[in-house]
């Protein structure tokens, strides 16, 4: 036992007689090293802070604006249409007269065909060498031939000279306005947009249909008894 203790002591006294080693000095190169690592910090956070951007500051160019040839940041419908930027400007057709100055077209509608010749008047209309107020009596009929007129901003501007066969009042006043209006487009092509968009210059295609045998008409059947 006592030399044992004697052992412990000798150790104890030998531990606070041994000083305590000094801190090593950092050296030049452990010195730098922060200072490039706070250098180095900046550029590496401006990289970041570039590639966290969102995407609606650089909008990201898209296959079909790359196929297109469109700028950035064009908006599209969802047909994928363009809704801004540059938009193809109709081409303008050339006015188209005879040798009296007047514009010609013809008309259809159901069984009629109708031949119309306009030239600027006073809004004189005449239908088979008649006054449109005689050879259409119905106020809905002159309604629908002067309808052209009414949209493109013209009532009382031009004189129209017509003849038209076939088919009844309706049809007829139906081929007045069609051909009516294919003559105001050539004589005035700038109108045509405006009348083109009222559906006017479109041929309507709907006509009566035909009897079948066995029918009474198109569709109706005869009587049917069982007795």
Request: proline letters at 5%; hydrophobic letters at 35%.
């Amino acid at each position: 036992m006592s030399d044992n203790r004697q052992s412990l002591a000798d150790l104890a006294k030998l531990t606070e007689a041994e000083p305590e080693a000094p801190a090593a000095e950092p050296t030049a190169e452990e010195a730098a090293a922060p200072e490039a690592e706070a250098a180095g910090a900046a550029p590496a956070e401006a990289e970041a802070a570039v590639e966290e951007a969102p995407a609606a500051e650089t909008p990201a160019r898209s296959v079909r604006d790359d196929r297109r040839g469109h700028d950035k940041g064009e908006d599209e419908n969802k047909d994928g249409v363009l809704t801004q930027g540059p938009q193809i400007q109709a081409i303008l057709r050339e006015q188209q007269l005879d040798k009296q100055g007047r514009a010609y077209a013809t008309g259809r509608r159901k069984d009629a065909v109708a031949r119309v010749w306009l030239k600027p008047g006073t809004g004189k209309i005449t239908v088979n060498g008649r006054d449109q107020e005689v050879y259409f009596a119905r106020p809905t009929l002159r309604l629908i031939i002067n309808q052209v007129f009414d949209v493109a901003d013209r009532v009382g501007q031009y004189d129209v000279v017509a003849t038209v066969t076939g088919g009844g009042l309706s049809g007829q006043a139906g081929a007045v306005r069609h051909g009516i209006s294919t003559a105001l487009t050539r004589y005035e092509p700038a109108l045509r947009t405006t009348v083109k968009r009222e559906g006017f210059l479109t041929r309507d295609p709907r006509v009566v249909e035909r009897k079948k045998y066995g029918k009474a008409k198109a569709r109706r059947s005869f009587q049917f008894s069982k007795r």
